[in-house]
């Protein structure tokens, strides 16, 4: 073996990424050691490669997918921003629609009632035909104030059952 080689132990040191975060991105191809002895499976990385490990255990830190974070790697700086900024406004969307949840649970625990049980009937999802997904986004959206979730093309209009639901 090599001695400029850095052990799994000492590479997830300084990279910050788990052993076996180490050894999952290995099995899926993301970050491949530069060297597994095919005796005992035993792990080995250059030095050069903490700097992608970094950058892996960074962006896993902000719960960017794997697949765009292999297309990180792949691209190059060019698609770091653009890969960033989908991840922002993927997060905001869900930080939105967390507030709406704990505003909900704050008003369930302010009045002291439960979860209430569900009567009658419940709209699941209203479908609009839109000439113009654009123009129909920017009306929803202003009149509204919703936040159009892309990946599957809708809106929310706040939590079922509560003050906030259509308003």
């Known amino acids: ?16 990424l788990t052993i076996p975060a180490l050894r999952h991105y290995d099995e899926i191809g993301l970050l491949t050691p530069a060297l597994v002895d095919p005796q005992t499976g035993y792990r080995r990385y250059h ?3 903490v700097r992608t490990a970094r950058l892996i255990c ?9 697949e765009e ?15 960033l900024e989908e991840h922002r406004h993927r997060l905001a969307i ?11 649970l704050d008003e369930y625990l302010a009045t002291g009632r439960l979860v209430p049980e569900r009567t009658g009937c419940r ?10 997904v654009t123009k ?27 003050d906030s639901f259509f308003c």
């Open 1 to 16: 073996m090599s001695d400029d080689l850095i052990s799994i132990g000492a590479f997830s040191l300084r990279s910050g």
């Open 47 to 49: 030095a050069d490669q």
């Open 58 to 66: 960074g962006l896993r830190t902000v719960d960017l997918p794997v």
């Open 69 to 83: 974070i292999r297309q990180v790697l792949d691209l190059g700086d060019p698609a770091i921003q653009r890969v």
């Open 94 to 104: 869900r930080l939105r629609s967390l507030n709406r949840m704990t505003a909900t």
């Open 123 to 132: 709209p699941v999802q209203v479908t609009i035909h839109a000439d113009d």
């Open 136 to 162: 129909a986004v920017a009306f929803y959206s202003d009149v509204f104030d919703a936040e159009f979730d892309a990946p599957i093309s809708s809106f929310q209009f706040g939590a079922w059952n509560t």
